[in-house]
């Protein structure tokens, strides 16, 4: 469909999240090589190399109560944050904020470096707790949706992340939840992307797959991914930074 | 290509889960049906009646499946992931009203014609009936898709989504119905009403996709 795609160009500023808060300074040499689409490629592992979030001064409210206030974050390629917090602190409204799901009620959070023609939201993935697979169709066939919905990727290698090969031809409505959580999971190794945004990734999963998972996170810190991760458990991965929350006020 | 993708899944969906196009239809043909026993048996009563009842029961039937549009993908975490998607979530609403127009208008539009027969509809107002409905149903998918946007954050919210796209609905009514009492009486021609019928179709699919995108940013944050 070149006919979508060319379509899809000029709008894409209008569906990026939150414009006022997510600005995409990119060293203005990027800005120049985005031009060459046949060195898409290259130039993107080039800006992945000089990536890096900041937040300054972020807080947010909920129900006209602030949650958290002037938090800070830094974090280059390679670098893991783990959010850490009781229940009710405000882990998920964060990580939903810097995803573009949410507002932030003050600060400013920046993606320098990066593909400057899209969005912090399209450079990330989000894995929360709902699980985003559709009952009706198959393990296989909603991983099919994901790869060629968020633009290109093997079916095997998102079967792969997580051992889905055996239930691959099974509708989702028979999966457990820990399961489901699996297949949800496997959006992360199905469709490349720098940033990954994990709101408590191991609910419901069991102990092969929390270690599947930790050695996912270690395997993207390492090749220079960003992740972020909430928790109120330990994760396992080799976090660079932790951020913990305050206690929630009734 | 992701366009094309949503499109694609939206279908498989509608026709896996049954119950949509089903749905609908059967209402409609309540509906209609009710109509005669409600008025009785005057058959040039019915027939002059008959395009206006068709409508109005053609709308109502559509709200009913209105809710379908988004609800789903927002409740099992799908919008959050096409929200980051590299579609424009313009292009996501429009491609889930498309698939809403395939799976529910295009059925209601082809099942009218054989209600008409209930209500003694005239036999050459059949053809421009089923016309004007097949053209006038975009209209009431991508208008109706504001309407589930707005609504999606609330519980049942779907008594609220009917009064909200109603009054959105009366253009499409009063045109669609002018034009198939055209094509019986006139004295207007069929086009005139027809066309208009035909811009504001067009009209909503290009503009409506603006506001459920809209309405959409709202409800997930």
């Known amino acids: ?240 930074q932790r951020l913990a929350l305050g206690s929630a006020a009734p | 290509m992701s366009f094309a993708a949503l499109l694609k899944r939206d279908l498989r969906l509608a026709v896996r889960q049954g119950g949509g196009a089903g749905m609908a239809i059967g209402f409609f043909l309540i509906t209609v049906s009710m109509i005669p026993l409600g008025v009785g048996p005057d058959l040039n009563l019915l027939s002059r009646v008959a395009p206006g009842i068709l409508w109005a029961a053609l709308l109502l039937a559509a709200l009913l499946t209105l809710d379908r549009i988004f609800q789903a993908d927002y409740e099992d975490g799908s919008l959050d992931v096409m929200m980051m998607a590299p579609l424009p979530l313009e292009l996501v609403a429009a491609a889930k009203s498309l698939a809403h127009w395939i799976t529910t208008g295009v059925p209601l539009a082809l099942s009218a014609p054989l209600l008409g027969v209930v209500l003694n509809l005239e036999a050459s107002a059949i053809g421009p009936l089923a016309l004007t409905m097949l053209v006038g149903t975009p209209a009431i998918s991508f208008i109706g898709a504001i309407g589930a946007g707005l609504t999606l954050a609330l519980r049942r919210g779907g008594l609220l989504t009917a009064v909200l796209v109603m009054p959105l609905y009366v253009p499409v009514l009063i045109f669609g119905v002018s034009a198939v009492k055209a094509a019986i009486t006139g004295p207007v021609p069929f086009a005139t009403p027809f066309l208009i019928l035909v811009a504001l179709s067009l009209a909503s699919v290009v503009l409506s996709p603006l506001a459920a995108a809209a309405a959409l940013r709202a409800a997930v944050q």
């Open chain 1, 1 to 240: 469909m070149p006919g979508a795609d060319a379509a899809a160009g000029p709008l894409s500023r209008v569906g990026a999240p939150s414009p006022a808060l997510y600005k995409n300074s990119a060293p203005a040499a990027s800005r120049s090589d985005v031009a060459d689409e046949g060195a898409n490629e290259s130039e993107r592992s080039d800006d992945e190399g000089r990536m890096r979030l900041i937040g300054e001064g972020l807080a947010c409210e909920r129900g006209g109560r602030e949650l958290f206030g002037d938090v800070a974050i830094g974090l280059s390629r390679g670098e893991g944050l783990l959010i850490e917090g009781p229940n009710g602190s405000g882990k998920t409204t964060l990580i939903r904020a810097i995803a573009g799901l949410g507002r932030f009620a003050a600060g400013s959070l920046t993606l320098e470096g990066g593909d400057a023609e899209a969005s912090l939201g399209e450079q990330a993935h989000y894995v929360g707790h709902a699980d985003a697979t559709k009952p009706q169709l198959t393990v296989a066939e909603n991983l099919a949706f994901w790869a060629s919905f968020l633009g290109g990727g093997d079916i095997g290698d998102g079967l792969d992340a997580f051992g889905l090969h055996d239930i691959a031809d099974l509708p989702a409505q028979f999966l457990s939840a820990g399961q489901r959580r699996k297949l949800s999971l496997s959006r992360l190794k199905l469709v490349p992307r720098p940033i990954w945004l994990l709101d408590e990734p191991t609910a419901s999963l069991d102990r092969v797959a929390r270690q599947r998972l930790t050695r996912l996170m270690d395997a993207h810190m390492e090749s220079g991914g960003i992740l972020l991760a909430t928790t109120h458990m330990e994760l396992g991965a080799a976090f660079a």
